[in-house]
């Protein structure tokens, strides 16, 4: 059997391909059922929008410490029951080579998969379940992809890349 695809590639990262971004993991979800969505978000921005796009879906929204993270964005997700975690409050290690290799394909890429393992590491997730992952290289989103969860990174497993920038 074969499963045909296709994968949007941005010109350029960055925070302009969010919207875009958002679009394409609602339709992916949408075509492959799968309803947890995990996010980078380290000011709260893309968690807000994200929090009205993918309102159908559920969400976990990984920041990297709660000082740099909007109050107003923390509020909207706590209301929502919306789990918001952080990388600094994570008892983890990325492996040096591994950071390397995904971040070839962009930082996002490499933020996709970290923050699944986090999320995993935390308990706001379940291993072994494909989830869709996104991130982006500064600010904003420009990279989502499928991933089956694990809280080891030598574990997840990226089952199809939705989008991300060339």
Do not use: W
């Not at 976990?60 to 000082?67: K, L, N, P, Q």
């Not at 995904?102 to 393992?117: A, L, P, T």
Request: with cysteine; hydrophobic share 40%; net charge positive.
């Amino acid at each position: 059997m074969m499963i045909k695809k296709s994968i949007v590639y941005f010109d350029a990262p960055g925070s302009e391909n969010t919207c875009k971004v958002l679009e394409l993991v609602k339709k992916r979800a949408g075509e492959t059922g799968i309803e947890t969505v995990v996010l980078a978000s380290t000011r709260g921005n893309t968690a807000k929008k994200a929090m009205d796009v993918l309102n159908g879906n559920k969400l976990i929204i990984v920041g990297i410490g709660r000082e740099r993270f909007s109050v107003d964005a923390m509020k909207t997700a706590r209301e929502k029951g919306i789990p918001v975690i952080f990388s600094k409050e994570t008892d983890y290690h990325y492996p040096e080579e591994m950071k390397i290799a995904f971040r070839r394909f962009g930082q996002g890429m490499k933020v996709s998969v970290e923050d699944v393992v986090i999320a995993c590491r935390r308990g706001v997730l379940k291993e072994g379940i494909d989830v869709i992952s996104l991130a982006g290289s500064s600010r904003g989103a420009d990279t989502a992809i499928v991933i089956r969860s694990s809280k080891d990174f030598s574990a997840v497993k990226i089952r199809e890349v939705i989008c991300m920038p060339r």
